[in-house]
């Protein structure tokens, strides 16, 4: 092959699935009814919340070797979690601020322990992930429906549903910009002209996510999680605790599942057992067309990032061509493969540096 042409190729294969995205973009754009607009990019970072969470604390243990199944149910039982003990403390009296501060940090201390016991089951008594995670797949499912009592947890603090469909910034050209705050009393016609800048939702998962991509990419530990996936007996003769940090991945996919629990009762402004239990397949997919090998050693962050987004923009755009569900089924399950090909058969073509 000329070495030239090889070169080429080598970068277009690295950035596949940032080519495959800004095609989507442009078909859809081309194709359907007002797709390439701010309101369909928000669209995108909102309704890729829950997934891209998932995926984000799904990248840590794909990384190491491991796979976490549980995160699909782990949204619903936190979600219950937390909306339970939103509506238990307004009945009580308190306001509405501490209900809701309450409910989501329950859910995210609450969240942290069935990760631990992941990482127990894994690292000291050497339980596959997949039956480990598995496990608890059903123990939070089971725990969930015992909470609400098979009954979806509504009448939540009025406060909850502005602060889940809330925006950062509001802008009225030429006549006011506001933080946090929506303007009132506009009139009909200001109000059709004002532009919401970036979803709460999306902000509070980007500077999640940002945080852990830099843990990753950046820290000792993020080398550590690579140096484990690489070769778990040449991580422990290195000096790094096996164990220990298996544990913490474990404990941080499952902390993003309980921030992806808080994020669909700020949402959907209710508590759901089965929430979540349709995005697991979807968030291993994210993990795996952004780059991550799931032999372990490889993947980062921002790759998975932009394989929610290809996700997410699939979806929606279809759905703006008014086509059915299943086609995208037909599509995510065949860029899986073609990532799985990938990294089967050139993975030193994919994944080494320039």
Known sequence: MNPRFRSVFIRVMRRWVLIFLGFEVLAFS????????????????????????????????????????????????????????????????TTQAMAIAAGIAAALLVGLLPGFINGFLVAHLKVPPFIATFGMYGIAYGCAEIICNNVPIHDLPSAVGPIGHGFLFFWLPGKMFRVFVEPTGLSSVDFQHLITIIPNLSALALVFVLVFGFILAKTRFGRHTYAIGGNIDAAERAGIDVKRHLVKVYMISSFFASLAGVCYVLRYITGRAPAGSAQVLDAVVAVVIGGASLYGGKGSVSGTFVGAMVLTTLVLGLANLALPTYYAYIAVGCILIFAVLIDQFSPELVHKED
């Open 30 to 93: 081309l194709l359907g009814t007002n797709f390439f607009s701010l309101d369909t990019l928000q669209n995108i970072l909102v309704s890729s919340t829950i997934v891209l969470l998932l995926a984000v604390g799904e990248t840590f243990v794909i990384i190491t070797g491991g796979i976490d199944l549980s995160v699909g149910f782990m949204v619903g039982f936190t979600g219950v979690v937390c909306a339970k003990i939103m509506v238990t403390l307004q009945a009580a009296g």
